[in-house]
Nanobody, 124 residues
Framework: QVQLVESGGGLVQTGGSLRLSCAASGRDFSNYVMGWFRQAPGKEREFVSAISWSGGTTFYSDSVLGRSTVSVDNAKNTMYLQLNNLEPEDTGVYYC?????????????????WGQGTQVTVSS
């Protein structure tokens, strides 16, 4: 059973940075795609970024492109999302997700395993 645990959220001022972590367990993730999503208050959950477990393939949404870096530490079974130059619009609960690699494309159209989320609040 896949288990994903996010951490690293918090309160930060506009222009600040955070590094979110997602500790993964319960599977051999070598053939998995990992993703980050976020949900702002009153809005639907939106895609942020995705990465292959090898780290060789990444993808970012336009909303964070150029301000964020997704990475994987295979030895620690942990995925990270470095967020820089944060804006109030980045406020929300950030979730990590996992999906076995398939022919559906990268990033996959859906993720089946989810963490519980970590809150990011950016003050203006």
């Amino acid at each position: 059973q896949v288990q994903l645990v996010e951490s690293g959220g918090g309160l930060v001022q506009t222009g600040g940075s955070l590094r979110l972590s997602c500790a993964a367990s319960g599977r051999d993730f070598s053939n998995y795609v990992m993703g980050w999503f976020r949900q702002a208050p009153g809005k639907e959950r939106e895609f942020v970024s995705a990465i292959s477990w090898s780290g060789g393939t990444t993808f970012y949404s336009d909303s964070v492109l150029g301000r964020s870096t997704v990475s994987v530490d295979n030895a620690k079974n942990t995925m990270y999302l470095q967020l820089n130059n944060l804006e109030p619009e980045d406020t929300g609960v950030y979730y990590c997700a996992a999906e076995p690699w398939s022919d559906a494309g990268f990033p996959p159209p859906r993720f089946t395993s989810w963490g519980q989320g970590t809150q990011v609040t950016v003050s203006s």
